[in-house]
């Protein structure tokens, strides 16, 4: 059984450019999450995706943006990169409310 | 607003010694859920435990516990014996059912275990 699949594993860009990174939910999640976790800190929530719709959004600029397909995978999708930007980016796939999320390994985002 | 507060950034112990993680949450919801998750140095957080507000039942799984008190907001995390292996990063999360099914974490504890 698979888990929660993401990639790259690491990136490197420079500020302004655009990045997309993807997501595989576990297998028979339908909900996927996003967070941003910069070095030293917990993760903070970016937005989740249920039925391909935003379903909640946490307090990021509209720069980030994301795109849930009817498989269940997903994208995020950050453009106009800012230093402040680098950060460890994890998805987490769920099903239904209050249950756990489980997480995937996560990509490395590096801002030059 | 809904916060959670892990006032430890830092525990060191040596192996066998029994060491708990603080936990204190707010919320004004009534229905929620609070969870502790462990990221080892690979980076992948690993899910340990769901409670959701109306079970305050203490938990024991192996050499883990967790104590939840409403009357004091917190969900504490006890490890018994601990192991090298232990060493980890420990995040609390809450979740709160009127808002959605968004995790806020607290910023983490930092676990070491010396042989």
């Known amino acids: 059984d698979a888990g929660v699949t993401q990639s790259p594993t690491h990136l490197i860009k420079t500020r302004g450019q655009q990045v997309t990174l993807r997501c595989s939910p576990k297998s028979g999640h339908d909900t996927v999450s996003w967070y941003q976790q910069a070095l030293g800190q917990g993760p903070q929530f970016i937005f989740q995706y249920y039925e391909e719709e935003e379903r909640q959004r946490g307090n990021f600029p509209d720069r980030f943006s994301g795109h849930q397909f009817p498989n269940y995978s997903s994208e995020l999708n950050v453009n106009a990169l800012l230093l402040g930007d680098s950060a460890l980016y994890l998805c987490?796939?769920?099903?239904?409310?209050?249950?756990?999320?489980?997480f995937g390994d996560g990509t490395r985002l590096s801002i030059l | 607003a809904q916060k959670v507060t892990q006032a430890q950034t830092e525990i060191s112990v040596v192996e066998k010694e029994d060491v708990t993680l603080d936990c204190v949450y707010e919320t004004r919801d009534t229905t929620y859920y609070l969870f502790w998750y462990k990221q080892p140095p690979s980076g992948e957080l690993v899910f340990l435990i769901r409670?959701?507000?109306?079970?305050?039942q203490n938990e024991i799984s192996g050499r883990y516990s967790w104590n939840f008190q409403k009357s004091t907001s917190s969900f504490n995390f006890t490890i018994t014996a601990s192991q090298v292996v232990d060493s980890a990063v420990y995040f609390c999360a809450l979740s709160e059912a009127a808002v959605g099914t968004a995790l806020i974490f607290g910023k983490g504890t930092t676990l070491s275990v010396s042989s």
């Open positions: 409670r959701n507000s109306f079970d305050e």
């Open positions: 987490a796939s769920s099903l239904g409310r209050g249950k756990p999320q489980h």
